[in-house]
């Protein structure tokens, strides 16, 4: 296998991997749109970035972990680096939340680790982020009012702040985006 087949086919195998966990898994907007959308938007986002292949590998895995822990059996960190290898599985463990954890507490590790994060997971948690973003724009959470979806703007900046730096081009598509956000929620209000 050449050099350039070997990371295609890799990506595409945990595309495959990812849409299997994700299969019963929608997106919480009023699209409900399925979950695997969210996770290829994530890998195409650093892909067009030009992100190394294990960034765009945990990019579309970044959620099998934490989003499978109610399914009959859930993905574990340990599958993870079974099926693509210690590196992705690691960047997968440095974006993913203890769900065990209260919601304020982890947002509030998101912030705090995103500036010590490898970065690999740097780019994927800026990725997350954009696409989080987009998708507060195009189909909101059911229920979040404005309010709500003012903060979760605010706190991914937040997380953002700590996660830029590494890819010039992921650094300026957040800035867009969150100008973007800001200002379409400027103008609900």
Do not use: C
């Amino acid at each position: 296998m050449t050099r350039e087949v070997e990371p295609l086919a890799t990506i595409l195998r945990a595309a495959s991997f990812a849409a299997r966990v994700h299969a019963a898994h929608r997106r919480k907007g009023a699209a409900a749109e399925p979950y695997v959308n969210h996770v290829l938007e994530v890998a195409e986002i650093l892909a067009a970035a030009g992100a190394p292949p294990t960034a765009i590998i945990a990019g579309l895995l970044h959620d099998t972990v934490e989003d499978s822990d109610a399914d009959p059996v859930p993905t574990t960190l340990t599958d993870l680096e079974a099926a693509f290898g210690a590196e992705v599985a690691g960047i997968v463990a440095e974006v993913s939340d203890d769900k065990s954890l209260p919601k304020e507490v982890r947002k509030g590790m998101q912030v705090r680790h995103a500036a010590r994060a490898s970065d690999a997971a740097k780019q994927v948690k800026l990725a997350d982020k954009i696409a989080n973003l987009r998708t507060m724009l195009s189909s909101p959470p059911a229920g979040w009012d404005h309010g709500r979806r003012l903060e979760y703007v605010g706190w991914a900046a937040r997380v953002a702040a700590g996660a830029k730096g590494i890819n010039p081009g992921l650094d300026a598509l957040f800035d867009a985006t969150y100008r973007e956000a800001v200002l379409h929620l400027a103008a609900e209000a």
